[in-house]
Nanobody, 126 residues
Framework: VQLQACGGGLVQLGGSLRLSCAAS????????MGWFRQAPGKEREFVAA????????DYPDSVKGRFTISKDNAKNTMSMQLDGLKPEDTAVYYC????????????????????WGKGTLVTVSS
């Protein structure tokens, strides 16, 4: 299984980006997915999760209202729109594929992640 994340880049304060994660080698249709990020010198942290059917999402307070996660089972892809970016959003963003029928809660607590992508760098300048 491979997860290929893309869409990162350099943006200014308040800017937007759209990250995508394409899965190959396994269908994502019965699996929750999520995004995590890791800033320099910090631990990896949860950013967003979407349920296997795309109907339920979860975000930490730090990104709620600014980031929007979505999933397209037909295309085997997941995306996340990042709006209102802040310098503290600067990090490498990783996509994660959950275990079969895992929940967004499990993704959020890093208990149900089966596969990780390699990451894409988001840099927000002030």
């Amino acid at each position: 299984v491979q997860l290929q994340a893309c869409g990162g880049g350099l943006v200014q304060l308040g800017g937007s980006l759209r990250l995508s994660c394409a899965a190959s080698g396994r269908s994502i249709s019965r699996r929750a997915m999520g995004w995590f990020r890791q800033a320099p010198g910090k631990e990896r942290e949860f950013v967003a999760a979407v349920s296997w059917d795309g109907k339920s999402v979860d975000y930490p307070d730090s990104v709620k209202g600014r980031f929007t996660i979505s999933k397209d089972n037909a295309k085997n892809t997941m995306s996340m729109q990042l709006d209102g970016l802040k310098p503290e959003d600067t990090a490498v963003y990783y996509c994660a594929l959950g275990e079969h029928l895992t929940t967004t809660d499990s993704i959020a607590t890093n208990r149900g992640v089966d596969y990780w992508g390699k990451g894409t760098l988001v840099t927000v300048s002030s």
